[in-house]
């Protein structure tokens, strides 16, 4: 089993055990290596204190934030390590943090603080791969364990309770029955844990690429955060494009989007407003007209409330709000949509629509649609053609020097040139364009 540390994580291990302190990279970075992905991060668990860590690394840049739970963390050429020393944790309280704790120069001490099994596994360069609670057994078998007594783990600390719907999300991990069975009696405590360490493992979990099963099973534990979820359980809808109720049209939908996050998150919410909107017809068909908008502001409330950054907010929500345009049937629409839209997301749109029809009755009905709205994006583009103000060839200043009066009529009268230009009813030219407004200005 090979391990590809960065020189970074191999300088930090060495210059550790040189000066006679065990040292190993543990948790996500070894379980990733060893399941053939790339970690995000390296941490490091030692057993020199922190005083010493600081002393074995005094020529670096040292952050020391999480001193006080023995974090020292290293600016190491460029990269930024976090290295612990071995740790046992008090009594918690508030299911959230420790007491107090205590360190220890026991390796097997310190993993048996960790959440999972899979996350207790360590690694340098003299011993391999270690592992003291049977991680890679279950890494082999797909298995998620909590160490230890499962409850006890979580009642210790709620967050461990959705770390674990995510490792099951991202990993694709079945969850060991006693381990599934204390997420569920537990998770009510996640109410004490902080928006925004919630809204981390939510967005981490939604871009797993088997997050649809993970929510299926676990919805009850997002509920606890997401009550608006309960709504779209059941919500049938009845309609020949449909084959599931809201809920699992999500999850389908969810899982056919590109794992990114604002992508993801579009899809988790693009039909939170539909329970709300839902009519059925003299025909038993069920409708749900206006329901992007209602979705739209059901996300913008729900992401504000994570705590997500007002650029995901707005970004988000504006995709959930266009979610069920129409692809174009033309390149002028095309063109216009691009208008509207902008580039990036005009494709968003595009990856959306795929993903919203992968979850219906008839999963590839919209992809020749969607061939279409990328190819005239293709054209567009390599065609140079004038989608935005920015590349219409008059401006303002022309249109003042032509008398248009200043104020907000200027703005108006650019943006109907730039109609005028994309619906193919004027050139882009600057003589073409002030004729056009002279022939037009009057009627
Ligand atoms: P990723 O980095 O992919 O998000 P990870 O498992 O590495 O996943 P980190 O938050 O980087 O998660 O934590 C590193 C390690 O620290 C974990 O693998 C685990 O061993 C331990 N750990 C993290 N959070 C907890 C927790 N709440 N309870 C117990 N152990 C934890
Ligand atoms: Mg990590």
């Not at 995000?40 to 057993?47: E, K, L, Q, R």
């Not at 309770?161 to 990993?171: D, S």
């Not at 140079?384 to 200043?397: E, I, K, M, T, Y």
């Amino acid at each position: 089993m090979r391990i590809d540390a960065p020189k970074q994580v191999r300088t930090a291990l060495q210059r550790l055990s040189g000066s006679g302190f065990e040292a190993f990279a543990v948790g996500g970075c070894v379980r990733d290596c060893l399941l053939g992905k790339t970690p995000g991060d390296w941490d490091i668990t030692t057993a020199a204190l922190p005083s010493e860590v600081e002393t074995v690394f005094s020529d670096c840049r040292l952050v020391e934030t999480g001193l006080r739970h023995g974090t020292v963390t290293v600016l190491l050429d460029g990269m930024s390590l976090e290295i612990t020393t071995y740790r046992i944790d008090g009594d918690y309280k508030d299911a959230r943090h420790p007491q107090s704790v205590t360190f220890s120069r026991n390796l097997r001490e310190d993993l048996a603080r960790r959440d999972f099994t899979v996350n207790t596994l360590c690694w340098n360069e003299q011993s391999g791969v270690v592992d003291l609670f049977d991680g890679l057994k279950d890494l082999n078998d797909g298995v998620l364990r909590a160490v230890g007594e499962p409850e006890r783990r979580f009642r210790e600390d709620a967050l461990r309770i959705l770390r674990g719907v995510r490792f099951a999300a991202t990993l694709g991990f079945s969850v060991e029955p006693k381990t599934a069975e204390a997420i569920l009696n537990t998770r009510a405590l996640l109410e004490h844990i902080a928006a925004e360490r919630i809204r981390e493992e939510f967005t981490k979990l939604l871009c797993g690429k088997h997050a649809g099963a993970a929510i299926d099973r676990f919805s009850a534990v997002l509920k606890v955060f997401l009550p608006e979820l309960s709504a779209l359980i059941g919500c049938a809808q009845n309609t020949p494009y449909h084959c599931y109720d809201v809920f699992h049209h999500t999850l389908a939908a969810l899982d056919a989007a590109p794992q990114q996050e604002a992508l993801r998150l579009c899809m988790f919410f693009h039909d939170f407003g539909k329970p709300a909107c839902r009519r059925v017809d003299e025909n038993g068909i069920a409708h749900f007209k206006g329901h992007a908008a209602v979705s739209a502001s059901l996300t913008e409330q729900i992401l504000r409330r994570l705590r997500f950054s007002n650029k995901t907010v707005r970004h988000v929500t504006r995709l959930v709000e266009i979610h069920d345009t129409k692809a174009p049937p033309g390149r002028l629409q095309a063109k216009k949509l691009l208008a509207s839209l902008g580039e990036e997301d005009y494709r968003a749109l595009i990856a959306i629509k795929r993903a919203d029809c992968r979850g219906k009755a008839q999963p590839h009905a919209i992809d020749g649609k969607l061939a279409n709205m990328e190819r005239f994006l293709t054209e567009i583009l390599e065609n140079g053609d004038c989608v935005s103000l920015h590349s219409l060839a008059v401006n303002g200043d022309d249109l003042l020097a032509a008398g248009v009066p200043a104020g907000a009529g200027l703005r108006k009268t650019l943006d109907w040139l730039l109609d005028a230009v994309i619906e193919e009813r004027c050139p882009n030219e600057k003589g073409a364009l002030l004729s056009f407004w002279t022939e037009n200005a009057s009627s």
